[in-house]
């Protein structure tokens, strides 16, 4: 899949990151129903970062017409494979998330149900509800996918940090800049 320019096949890819270690996320990227379902939406590659998990997802090159499936486990960086990213799917790491939205990347985030005291997934939900996002749980990835249309989100706008700054600096004894 993925448009042909000028009779080369446009690579579309899909970054997936677990941070330290999420294999239910792993797991449901690497799942047939959830690739057919990027494939037929014109992704041609998928990249997951797995991080320290058990689970190792099935590498593919594409060639038999299907998604390529490469894995990595850690990188110094991710905003490379952020910036190359036409979707980043992503847990609910407040790090993870707002790069990827400074970057206007599309982001679905899914929520890791084993966490305790998952406060994390409240941020996912507000910035879900304003439109900025997709907010998912493993099992309801595929459908998520299949449901989405990127168009109808909104790009984030990040606040301006300065007056909280300066209350800091207030509190803190500095002196006002002028």
Avoid: W
Wanted: hydrophobic residues 40%.
């Amino acid at each position: 899949m993925g448009e042909a320019r000028d009779g080369v096949k446009v690579k579309r890819v899909v970054f997936v990151t677990v941070g330290t270690c999420f294999d239910a996320l792993v797991k449901v990227a690497d799942c047939q129903e959830v690739k057919d379902e990027l494939y037929r939406r014109g992704y041609t590659d998928l990249l997951i970062q797995m991080g320290r998990g058990s689970y190792l997802p099935a590498k593919s090159t594409g060639d038999d017409g299907s998604l390529a499936v490469d894995y990595f486990t850690f990188s110094s960086s991710i905003a490379d494979h952020l910036r190359s990213a036409s979707l980043v799917i992503s847990h609910v790491g407040s790090g993870s998330i707002f790069e990827t939205l400074q970057l206007g990347k599309p982001l679905i985030v899914v929520v890791n149900e084993d966490l305790m005291d998952n406060h994390q997934s409240e941020l996912a939900e507000e910035l879900a509800e304003r439109k900025h996002l997709y907010c998912s749980r493993p099992l309801t990835l595929h459908q998520t996918i299949a449901s989405m249309d990127l168009n109808s989100l909104v790009p984030y706008t990040p606040g301006d940090a300065t007056p909280v700054a300066k209350l800091i600096n207030r509190f803190l004894g500095f002196p006002e800049e002028s």
